[in-house]
């Protein structure tokens, strides 16, 4: 049972909408608390974006502090954000090396636990998920597990390719279901039910939305406006998106499709999907929906393509496996998301802060680079965690004795509230974080 007696909701037929923060009246009422830090006036959020087969080997790389802090080629999309960014270098997952294969450092890279091989599937409850089951109850949806490449159910090289589909697990046996369909996580965040539906998200709640508007001040009505145009922009893009019929890699020989396109698919313009899925995180994060998300942008060992960036004469596995333009391109497309998801949850002002100084925006790889190389993992932290995380650093584990992947989670799971003595393979905390 969800407790929302002291939340405050815009309702509709079939539609329950959560509310931004607001400075005239409190709507998301005490729940709010529990997973903040002392002081902060809103909750703190979570989110994992992952992109498998790692990065191009000479432009993963960062170096400097502050404003005067340099980037490699891959990470120029969020340069606007390096005085608020931990680059982490030398961290690994020792379980993830032991396979050496994609899906054996994919399938624990969120909670370090060996894996069962044969085809049997057994991991460990991911960072995303402890958070949840400590939280979700506080929230509507208690987490958004998010992906824009299908779930592959094949086994590669004795371990099942669920591990390269799934970063967040919610036992050790049950990786959490993922929504890969825009329309469906837009519903699940506002409508009760989520099924296929003709009406208007906006038009259901729009009544109360106008008595709601009353009784707040000016600043605030200015910003339940914007929120109400950000939802209506969503819901128009995901309409749109399947309309255009476009398709994702091979081409078509018929001009247009002989059979009609169905309603409510998955968008097959990979750059559209994706900006989708980010706008849904962050509606999420804005309005208190969920606190906690993962956005798997693709699948390690994966076959997705990029005509849209003109690279569309290999996959993205095989492009992995050479540091070339087309390989450099495609890194950037991937942290061009990361950047873009900062930029709006910076552009929302939660009392003295912002959403992204209220927030952990974690990317991360299974890899280095295309060569299964996982002892140094790619690793970057976005955000201010409620004022506990300083950005503009550099750290960097590679030659230290204590550089677990999970001592890194240890520490953010104490940006939420949440203290483990253990946390997969690792008993210490990353002190600089």
Known sequence: MHQFSRRTFLRGVGVTMALPWLESTSVWGDEAVKAS??????????????????????????????????????????????ERMLFIRGLHNAEALKGNIHSSQTGNLLSGAPLSSGGEIKSGTSIDQVIAQKYGHSTKVPSLVLGCEKSNPSVHKNYSMIYSSHISWSSPTTPTPLELYPALAFDRLFKDEVKKGDE???DAVLQDAKDFRRNISSSDQRKLDEYLDSVREIEQRIEQAGKKGELQGWRPTLDKPNIQRPADGIPQNIADHMRLMCDILVVAFQTDTTRVCTLKLNNDHSAMRFPHLGVDYMIHHLLSHSDTADWLKVNQFFIEQLGYIAKKLDSIQEGERTALDNSMLLY??????????????????????GGQIKGGRVLDYLNKPSRKMCSLYLSMLDKVGIRLDQFGDSTERLAEV
Request: hydrophobic share 45%; with cysteine; aromatic share 8%.
């Open 364 to 385: 991360c790889s299974s890899m280095l680079t295309g060569s299964h190389d996982a002892t140094n993992l790619p690793v970057v932290l976005i955000g201010g965690a």
């Open 200 to 202: 208007s998200v906006l």
């Open 37 to 82: 830090a002392p002081g902060s006036e809103a909750p703190i959020r979570l989110a994992v974006l992952f992109s498998g087969n790692g990065f191009h080997g000479r432009e993963w790389w960062a170096k400097g502090e502050g404003k005067e802090m340099e980037l490699g080629k891959v990470l120029a999309p969020v340069a606007d954000f390096r």
